[in-house]
């Protein structure tokens, strides 16, 4: 069995594993509505089926990918992602949103049409043969990816300050986590086969399974988590206490960011 056929069976795996423990989550939800469940449960369902076309055993017709340009284009990682990636943001926008009994639907809807966006230009970049052609429409699909951030950001992240201190923090923390693990798709995209050619198709094969995992499963666990200790910070099962210690720990971090540029910018 080739390399990347073996790194994504293992993603399927991880899809698997991490749907059945989603969905089992949702049996106690614990204050969260069980509709934030459902959709972290289909998230690794749909991914982990988009990524197994490309490993089953394929005649003339290869399942999930397809040769272009000197490369191997893997139409099936967008036909998961134009899917997943604006449930990602709706169960973000969720978070932001979670005491407010009416959500706004007009944002949220704006930001998930935004990444449909992202993904289908992310695709036809990866469609075109010509040079220039593929990074133009590459960076159409940066600038709608900084729309999504802004609104991650901007509007989302003032709307959960006004709904106290704790979701406030909650929020940052996932939404920092979101925003990194992010970032690395289109920095994949551009050094891997698709772009420059920096790395070969295995390496970025296998870096395709890592982030999707973490941004997938590890981001609906601390999120769902972190909005079950809410409700019921008293009474935490084990899960709960390491997904709050994971986002105790980010905290950590951001703030380590913050107390480092204090004295950058009095120096400036």
């Known amino acids: ?114 990444q449909v966006i992202v993904i289908a230009t992310g695709l036809i970049a990866d469609l075109s043969v010509i040079p220039w052609v593929r990074y133009l429409w590459y960076i159409c699909g940066v600038v709608a990816f900084l729309v999504v951030l802004w609104g991650i950001w901007g509007p989302l992240q003032s709307i959960s300050r006004k709904q106290g201190r704790e979701l406030s923090n909650l929020y940052n923390k996932v939404a920092t986590d979101f925003t990194v693990l992010w970032i690395c798709y289109p920095i994949v995209w551009i050094i891997g086969p698709s772009g420059f050619r920096l790395i070969n198709q295995t390496f970025e094969t296998a870096l395709f399974c890592i982030i999707p995992f973490f941004s997938k499963v590890g981001f609906s666990v601390l999120d769902l988590h972190g909005l079950r200790n809410l409700h019921h910070s008293s009474v935490q099962t084990p899960a709960d206490r390491t997904a709050e210690n994971l986002i105790h720990f980010m905290g950590n971090l951001m703030n380590f960011g913050k107390s480092q540029r204090l004295p950058l910018r009095k120096r400036v």
């Open 1 to 114: 069995m080739e390399l990347q056929n073996i790194f994504h069976w293992l993603y399927v795996a991880g899809m698997a594993l991490g749907a059945i423990y989603l969905a089992s989550l949702g049996r106690n939800p614990r204050g969260v509505p069980r509709y934030e469940y459902f959709v972290a449960t289909f998230i690794p369902i749909w991914s982990g089926l988009a990524y197994m076309s490309m490993s089953l055993p394929h005649d003339d017709l290869e399942q999930g990918k397809i040769a272009v340009a000197g490369q191997i284009t893997h139409f099936a990682r967008y036909l998961d992602w134009i899917i997943t990636t604006p449930l990602l943001l709706l169960a973000l926008s969720w978070t932001a949103m979670h005491f407010l009994p009416k959500k706004d639907w007009t944002l949220i809807g704006s930001l998930m049409a935004t």
